[in-house]
């Protein structure tokens, strides 16, 4: 008896949910999504390397834009005419080593000359009433001119112990002080035309394929993604890898007033290709499943899948071609991923 009273009241729940349930209208799935649109755009693919600022190398007939101002000789520092940071010309007097040796051995060199001169100023007059021998006459001539030359000799070495720039530019660094000692290998300071710097930038070989003379470079400093601050070219471009980096030398030209240091660590992005006019989309718009892309195409307040071929990526924007795509179509960008086939949706504002 208990089993049949159950078995009823089992019969008569299933009924009644099955009646709520014929009643209920079908709910329809709606997602909260947000929207763009297909564009056309010119998008760029892109060599990503490092560089570093440094002086111009010196190129056919064009001297190099940097020196490092070495000592020609040792002797110790006892004049310094330059500081750092100071504007110079070429030929500009920057250092001084002792000259009193130098000065001592002028000295001497000119008592040599004045009695040279005086002594064959004696034979000319006594060749004139022929009262010496040709052999005689020429050793005071020979004494002159031996006489001169030391003491040209010795200001040349003189001059050596003044230190003069061999450019225009500024002095970046000075490595000495006054009453220090140098050697032949000692460098001085350093010295720098601002106005002529590059980039050297070491690429992989694997991309260094894509490079070519002239080819915009996009400079940046900071954070990854950040804007370019200068814009230059491709100057130059290695002919070997180098074997310990696996890497291209390559040169990338900075414009005058640059606001580049020396030695500064910069981003460089070279612009390999150039696609214009090409349908682009959010790169947050195109989703990939099972090998897939699809993009969401809104029609109403419905979206629906559609099937297309991603290409070129340039930033936030991707490259995309499929049938009956078009410019100005509206598509979801955000809430993409989780989208059926097709489906109601809700545009967050």
């Known amino acids: 008896m208990n089993s049949y009273k159950i078995a009823i009241l089992t019969a008569c729940i299933i009924w009644s949910n099955t009646a ?23 998008l760029h693919r892109y060599v990503m390397a490092y560089g570093m600022v440094e002086p111009e190398p010196e190129i056919d007939d064009k001297p190099a834009a940097g020196s490092k101002i070495a000592a020609p000789m040792t002797g110790i520092l006892t004049q310094t005419y330059c500081e750092e940071g100071q504007q110079v010309k070429k030929g500009a007097l920057l250092f ?35 009262n010496i021998s040709r052999k005689l006459y020429d050793e005071a001539e020979l004494l002159l001119q031996t006489a001169r030359q030391d003491l040209l000799n010795a200001k040349t070495q003189r001059e050596l112990l003044q230190i003069k720039a061999p450019l225009s530019g500024t002095v970046t660094a000075i490595h000495f002080k006054v009453g220090e000692a140098v050697s032949l290998t000692t460098v001085l300071a350093d ?41 230059g070219k491709l100057a130059f471009i290695g002919a070997q890898v180098d074997p310990l980096t ?20 910069v981003k460089v992005r070279i612009v390999v290709e150039e696609r214009p006019e090409r349908l682009a ?23 629906k899948q559609k099937v297309i071929k991603p290409g070129l990526r ?8 499929g049938e009956g795509l078009q410019e100005g179509m509206a598509i979801v960008t955000q809430g993409v991923y989780g989208l059926p086939p097709e489906t109601r949706i809700r545009v967050l504002k």
């Not at 001592?104 to 034979?123: C, G, P, S």
């Open 314 to 321: 340039d930033g936030n924007l991707i490259e995309i071609s």
């Open 20 to 42: 709520v349930s014929a009643d209920e209208p079908e709910l329809a799935t709606e997602v909260a999504v947000q929207t763009g649109k297909i564009t056309k755009a010119t």
């Open 246 to 265: 696996d890497t291209v030398l390559v040169r990338a030209t900075l414009s005058k007033a640059s606001g580049f240091r020396p030695g500064q660590f």
């Open 281 to 303: 989309v959010p790169v947050e718009s195109v989703v990939t499943r099972d090998g897939v892309s699809l993009i969401a195409v809104i029609g109403g307040d419905r979206a």
């Open 96 to 130: 001084e080593l002792d000259t009193r040796s130098a000065d001592a051995l002028i000295a001497k060199a000119e008592v040599a000359v004045e009695f040279a001169q005086k002594n064959f100023a004696r034979k000319q007059q006594l060749n004139v009433t022929d």
């Open 191 to 231: 010295l720098i035309d601002l106005d002529r710097l590059d980039i050297t930038i070491r690429v992989p070989s694997l991309e260094a394929f894509a490079l070519r003379l002239g080819q915009a470079a996009e400079i940046s400093i900071g954070s990854a993604g950040s804007d370019p601050i200068q814009q």
